[in-house]
């Protein structure tokens, strides 16, 4: 392996190019790297650490985070915010028109400022929560939850084996697969930052014990 990667990202200077002849090198067979490895330079890289670690600062940190729930996609908006201290976007998918792609462009313009994406996505299909979390959106959130069976079901969308159900492949999410990171550190590392948000809008829940117990339920198997 080399000790250096031949191409330093700064998220502009890596062409197709690059990524289809660094795809064509030679892997190594102990992690399935390959030898000619992307890296981003410095200021990139903590930034991007910073949008993707939240779950360590609410959680491990106790930080105070603020965040907003907008359907709008501008970028410029979306990194103004970041620099006004924000430190979560969740980009709305059920009452406005972004998709994947729309989502995609919100990633990227959250983690130039180290702002955590999110997004509330209007549907439970494994694949198209699948298509958000391959861009790198680090949460999800679902609305008109109702039982115990659909929080069951998104969590299996979110997380991989043996946690859920999630397909991997060389996406944005994960380097290409020729980041830094190998895949089964990124597999433990997607399951244990990305949030699930299950979002219970009627008074009615459809089976006989609390929401605190489902939650409780899950994270638990998760941790196991």
Not at 83 to 106: K, N
């Amino acid at each position: 392996m080399h000790n250096q990667p031949e191409f330093v990202s700064d998220g502009k200077n890596l062409t197709p190019e690059d990524v289809a002849r660094i795809a064509r090198s030679p892997r190594d067979p102990s992690t399935g790297a390959a030898e000619r490895q992307v890296a981003m330079s410095d200021a990139a890289r903590q930034r991007v650490e910073a949008s993707r670690a939240i779950v360590d600062r609410i959680v491990e940190r106790g930080e105070v985070v603020y965040g907003i729930l907008s359907p709008n996609y501008d970028t410029l908006l979306v990194e103004t915010l970041g620099l006004l201290g924000f430190s979560t976007y969740m980009l709305d998918c059920e009452h406005g028109p972004a998709g994947p792609l729309q989502a995609l462009e919100v990633v990227r313009a959250c983690e130039s400022v180290g702002m955590t994406p999110l997004a509330r996505v209007r549907s439970a299909d494994p694949k198209l929560l699948l298509q958000f979390l391959d861009v790198g959106v680090m949460g999800v959130m679902m609305p008109s939850v109702t039982g115990a069976d659909d929080v069951k079901r998104l969590v299996e969308a979110v997380r991989y084996p043996p946690a859920g159900r999630r397909g991997i492949a060389p996406v944005r999410a994960n380097d290409y697969l020729l980041g830094a990171m190998p895949q089964a550190e990124y597999i433990a590392f997607a399951n244990e930052q990305i949030i699930v948000m299950p979002q219970i809008e009627t008074v009615d829940w459809s089976f006989p014990v609390t929401v605190e117990d489902v939650i409780e339920e899950i994270v638990g198997d998760i941790e196991d």
